[in-house]
């Protein structure tokens, strides 16, 4: 699900690269801006036929149209480490159910601030954040997710907005689920020695090279990268016995890739 990310007082949502689907991370400082957020979000999808969930420790004060409360507690179990793969399966069969029942799809404003509290906790929800991107590119399933940057600070936030197509939080680049035969997944933002800690961490939590010989990121909207990141890429293949393609890639990347001895990452330009 997506999360809702406010810093410095900011609520405004960056777009993000261009994308069908609608997975938000806002990160929030002020209960008030997230709420404003989240009205509007909602409201998006009362206007498109969906049915609509508020997941949260406790109930907001109003609500726009027929929006179902949940408590976080019935939705997550919390206190422990989720399992990624169960969670968005309970997601994909409420989807289908709302389809089922006559609505265009499920969209679900989650603040799930108490899910992340313990580093464990932390680097399994930034692997379902990953997987719940794919499936909101695969299906009629929209969400926010929210978290308190007050409790959980800056860097807990960017691991986890740099799994969503559209977040407020300052993150350098975005991992995000693209359509298969455009890749893997999609590497956008720009890359550099500030984002190596963050790269490596989504690298490793989207757990992209399991059961696969190649890992292809569609690079389309990778406006910069310094030769330290494509190493870093290139040493992630070697890790894991795959070879990292970027495709649709800046001719600039592939300049750069060019200048150095990568064994296992091939960069391929746009046509």
């Known amino acids: 699900m997506a999360a809702a990310c406010a810093y410095a007082g900011r609520v405004s949502i960056d777009p993000g690269p261009a994308s069908p689907h609608a997975h938000v991370c806002l990160a929030y400082d002020d209960p008030a801006g997230f709420r404003a957020q989240a009205q509007g979000f909602l409201a998006e999808g009362l206007a498109a036929g969906e049915r609509l969930w508020y997941i949260a420790p406790k109930p907001p004060e109003s609500l726009p149209g027929p929006v179902r409360f949940v408590a976080v507690t019935d939705a997550y179990p919390t206190g422990a480490v989720i399992d990624p793969e169960a969670q968005i399966g309970e997601y994909a069969a409420a989807t289908a159910e709302a389809l089922a029942g006559g609505y265009t799809g499920l969209r679900v404003v989650a603040d799930v601030t108490p899910l992340v509290s313990t580093p464990a906790q932390l680097a399994t929800f930034t692997r379902y954040e990953h997987l719940a991107d794919r499936l909101i590119c695969d299906s009629a399933f929209a969400a926010m997710c929210a978290y308190d940057r007050r409790l959980l600070g800056d860097d807990a936030i960017a691991q986890l907005a740099a799994m969503h ?107």
């Open 165 to 271: 197509a559209r977040t407020n939080a300052d993150v350098p680049f975005r991992l995000t689920a693209c359509p298969p035969a455009t890749g893997t997944a999609a590497l956008s933002g720009e890359l550099d020695l500030a984002a190596a800690d963050l790269l490596a961490g989504a690298l490793e939590r989207a757990g992209l090279a399991t059961g696969r010989a190649e890992v292809a990121l569609d690079a389309s909207g990778l406006r910069f990268t310094d030769h330290r990141s494509l190493v870093q890429l290139d040493d992630y293949a070697g890790r894991h016995d795959v070879t990292m393609v970027l495709r649709r890639a800046p001719a600039a990347v592939s300049r750069l890739a060019g200048l150095l001895d990568l064994p296992r990452l091939r960069v391929e330009t746009a046509r």
